[in-house]
């Protein structure tokens, strides 16, 4: 079993036999990581202070920076295969990619100073779907979090019918 740690001064410590023994990689620049997602046995991402990403494709031996568009510090990240993700960060920055990483597409930011002075616009992007949920957390504290109490939908489509009718973009 493979695991793979992350954290501060750039560091990120493998261990291919479920722990026993470590091999330690630092990151130039030394970035403070604060998530790590393997995607498979050999695809790994790790995301950090000022907007860092990094992704490794050789089961966590070597790591190549990708370019976030972001310098906020991003703590979560998370794939549905090899090609498709989120990032997460702080100030409410929610990145997503489809391509592995190569790009990745801002899909909000807070647009208030003060998480309780304002709403957060988000454009929600993914398959359609009938269980949509958001989930937040505390960037500082994981054990304060909610998840909201029903689904919504995530439409591939929207009509619009007033004030023109039957106007669709897909």
């Not at 954290?7 to 722990?19: A, H, L, T, V, Y």
């Not at 966590?60 to 993700?85: I, K, M, P, W, Y």
């Not at 979090?145 to 007033?162: C, P």
């Amino acid at each position: 079993l493979m695991v793979v740690l992350v954290g501060d001064n750039g560091e990120i410590r493998r261990s291919i036999d479920s722990g026993g023994n470590w091999t330690l990689t630092t990151l130039a620049g030394n970035p403070a990581l604060r998530a790590v997602e393997m995607v498979d046995g050999s695809i790994c991402y790790a995301v950090g202070d000022n907007g860092t990403i990094v992704k490794t494709t050789d089961g966590a031996q070597n790591f190549a920076t990708q370019t976030s568009g972001t310098t906020e510090h991003l703590n979560a990240v998370r794939f549905r295969d090899a090609n498709n993700g989120w990032a997460a960060g702080n100030n409410g920055v929610l990145l997503k990619t489809v391509d592995g990483g190569t790009n990745w597409t801002a899909l909000g930011i807070m647009t208030t100073t003060s998480a309780t002075s304002g709403s957060f616009p988000w454009l929600v992007d993914g398959p359609p779907s009938t269980r949509g949920r958001v989930r937040v957390s505390w960037a500082t504290d994981s054990s304060v979090s909610d998840i909201s109490g029903a689904n919504f939908r995530i439409l591939s489509q929207i009509t619009v019918t007033t004030p023109n009718t039957a106007l669709s973009w897909a």
